[in-house]
Nanobody, 119 residues
Framework: QVRVVESGGGLVQAGGSLTLSCLASGSIFVMNGMGWYRQAPGKQRELVATITSGGTTNYGDSVKGRFTISRDNAKNTVYLQMSSLRPEDTAVYYC?????????????WGQGTQVTVSS
């Protein structure tokens, strides 16, 4: 059973930085992809950033140039370095990890970690 656990959320002032970490444990396989999504109150969950096991990254438009995603394949851990934070970055940040095999894909989600950016 794969378990995904996020850490590193908290309260930060606008313009500040914060780093989130996420560990996907319980699998002997390297997760094909890992990433971060966020959901603000009253809004839909949106893509923040993803990274494949090969290192290919994808960012949401609103975070490009400010956030950096990285991962440690050996540890099935993904990191999100957030800088130049804005109040609109306030949300619950969810970690996703997935394994793809053939046409199938298994997704695993964490419980989320709150990030609050004060103005």
């Amino acid at each position: 059973q794969v378990r995904v656990v996020e850490s590193g959320g908290g309260l930060v002032q606008a313009g500040g930085s914060l780093t989130l970490s996420c560990l996907a444990s319980g699998s002997i396989f390297v997760m094909n992809g890992m990433g971060w999504y966020r959901q603000a109150p009253g809004k839909q969950r949106e893509l923040v950033a993803t990274i494949t096991s090969g290192g290919t990254t994808n960012y949401g438009d609103s975070v490009k140039g400010r956030f950096t995603i990285s991962r440690d394949n050996a540890k099935n851990t993904v990191y999100l370095q957030m800088s130049s934070l804005r109040p609109e970055d306030t949300a619950v940040y969810y970690c996703n990890a997935y394994r793809a095999y053939g046409p199938k894909r298994d997704d695993y989600w964490g419980q989320g970690t709150q990030v609050t950016v004060s103005s």
